[in-house]
């Protein structure tokens, strides 16, 4: 599922991302090469890379 719009940013990008190392959409987002732009997505993302984090635990 898209979770960014103006980066066509997916759940999944951001559950790689998190298993990554990232820990916040801003971590996230650099490690794809791309900037959040309007913020609208920020607390889904942050969910996102949470609850992945957490199921890494």
Known sequence: ???CH???????ALKDAARQ???TPGQ?????GVKACCGKCSKA?????????????
């Open 1 to 3: 599922m898209i979770i």
């Open 6 to 12: 103006c980066n066509t940013v997916s759940d999944n």
């Open 21 to 23: 190392g990232a820990a």
């Open 28 to 32: 996230a987002y650099k490690k794809m």
């Open 45 to 57: 993302a942050h969910k996102i890379i949470s609850d992945e984090q957490n199921c890494m635990v």
